[in-house]
């Protein structure tokens, strides 16, 4: 069965930080491009940070350009999402999606089409 799970959600205080994971199953990671994204309550689904399969390369969406970071170990089928410097309007469910053909800023903006692969979410809430 083909998958992808998220882990690392949780409830942080404004300025904290957290590690959010995508683990796959069933496929390798190694040979897609990697999507995390995120849905606020009423609001719509916003393309947060994708990295490339072929070079590593990266898209940070502008409101979370210097405090997120995306990587990857294909060792591990892993992708990692790490938040620092975390606010109240970053509160989401995150998921993460796969996507074999497409560039990252293509896969990272909407309409977030083409992707097979989506996990279930992780929640984080981002309050005092």
């Known amino acids: 069965q083909l998958q992808l799970v998220e882990s690392g959600g949780g409830l942080v205080q404004p300025g904290g930080s957290l590690r959010l994971s995508c683990a796959a199953s069933g496929f390798s990671l190694a040979n897609y491009n990697i999507g995390w994204f995120r849905q606020a309550p009423g609001k719509e689904r916003e393309g947060v940070s994708c990295i490339s399969k072929r070079d590593g390369s990266t898209y940070y969406a502008d409101s979370v350009k210097g405090r997120f970071a995306i990587s990857r170990d294909n060792a591990k089928n892993t992708v990692y999402l790490q938040m620092n410097s975390l606010k109240p309007e970053d509160t989401a469910v995150y998921y993460c999606?796969?996507?074999?053909?497409?560039?990252?800023?293509?896969?990272?903006?909407?309409?977030?089409?083409?992707?097979?692969?989506w996990g279930k979410g992780t929640l984080v809430t981002v309050s005092s």
């Open positions: 999606a796969a996507r074999q053909i497409t560039s990252v800023q293509t896969m990272c903006t909407p309409p977030y089409i083409g992707m097979p692969y």
